[in-house]
C-alpha cells in the first residue's frame, strides 16, 4: 500500500501540528468528491510506501504532535488498522477521517485505544443518503457508527459538505434530529478543486445566507454547531 502526505498541517487535527497521511481509493462515489483523482486512482501512483512514511514519521518525532489519516476512504483497505497501531507505538495522536461504512472496524479502533480523535462526513439526511453517495446503499453502515461513537468516550466530530442541489433547509433538521447530542458538527461550504467526480457546472455553493439558516436548523439538536472555513 502507498500513501500520499501532507507534512504540515495546522487545519486537518483540530489542535495539533499534524501531518497528513491519504489513503488511495473509496466504496462511495460522491459527485461532489473534490480528490477524485485520490478517490479513483492507483495505489502505485501515490508517492510514498510504508518504510519511507514512517522514516518520515521518525524523523518528525519530537516537532508534530499528531497524524491524520484521510482518504479515499481508510478503512476500505485491511492494512489500515495495522498502520494506526504503528503510527500511535511511535507516540502520535491519532486522527481518522471515515465516511462510516466500516463500523465493525471502527469500533475495533475504538475499543483496543487506537484512534484519539474520529472524522464522520454525514453525507445528507438519511432519506437522501444512496444519492448523495453516488447510489451506494450505506445507511444503516454509517448510522451503526455514529450510533457507536455517541456512546463512546473517544472524542470526535460529524461534518456535512453543503452543495446544492443536494441539501436544502429541510435536510439539516433531519440531521441534527440523528445526531442529537454529538459534542461537535461542522457546515463545510463547497468548493469547486478542478478534481471533481461529476461536472462542475450540476454542483454549486450554498450562499452565506442559506449556510446560516441551515446551521440554525442543526443548532436546535446540537448547540455547538458551527461553519467551518467561515
Excluded at 450505506?138 to 466530530?157: I, P, T
Aim: proline share 4%; aromatic share 10%.
Amino acid at each position: 500500500m502507498r500513501f500520499g502526505l501532507q507534512k504540515l498541517t495546522l487545519l486537518d487535527y483540530p489542535g495539533k501540528v499534524a501531518c497528513t497521511v491519504f489513503c488511495c481509493g473509496c466504496n462511495f462515489r460522491c459527485p461532489f468528491c473534490h480528490n477524485a483523482s485520490l478517490v479513483t486512482g492507483r495505489e502505485e501512483e501515490m508517492a510514498l510506501d510504508r518504510d519511507e512514511l514512517f522514516a518520515f514519521l521518525r524523523s518528525r518525532a519530537k516537532i508534530l504532535d499528531g497524524v491524520a489519516v484521510t482518504g479515499g476512504e481508510p478503512l476500505l483497505h485491511a492494512e489500515v488498522p495495522a498502520l494506526l497501531k504503528e503510527i500511535k507505538s511511535l507516540g502520535f495522536a491519532v486522527k481518522l477521517d471515515t465516511n462510516g461504512s466500516f463500523p465493525e472496524t471502527l469500533e475495533k479502533l475504538i475499543s483496543e485505544a487506537v484512534v484519539d480523535y474520529v472524522a464522520v462526513d454525514i453525507k445528507n439526511a438519511p432519506e437522501k443518503y444512496a444519492e448523495t453517495c453516488g447510489g451506494i446503499a450505506a445507511l444503516e453502515k454509517v448510522r451503526q457508527s455514529v450510533g457507536l461513537l455517541k456512546q463512546s468516550a473517544v472524542d470526535y466530530e460529524f461534518r456535512t459538505t453543503v452543495v446544492k442541489p443536494f441539501h436544502e433547509k429541510g435536510d439539516f433538521a433531519a440531521i441534527g434530529r440523528w445526531i442529537a447530542g454529538a459534542p461537535r458538527y461542522f457546515l463545510q461550504s463547497f468548493t469547486d478543486s478542478g478534481d471533481l467526480l461529476a461536472p462542475s457546472e450540476t454542483m454549486g455553493a450554498a450562499s452565506d445566507a442559506e449556510l446560516a439558516e441551515f446551521l440554525a436548523e442543526v443548532k436546535h439538536f446540537v448547540p455547538n454547531a458551527a461553519l467551518r472555513g467561515k
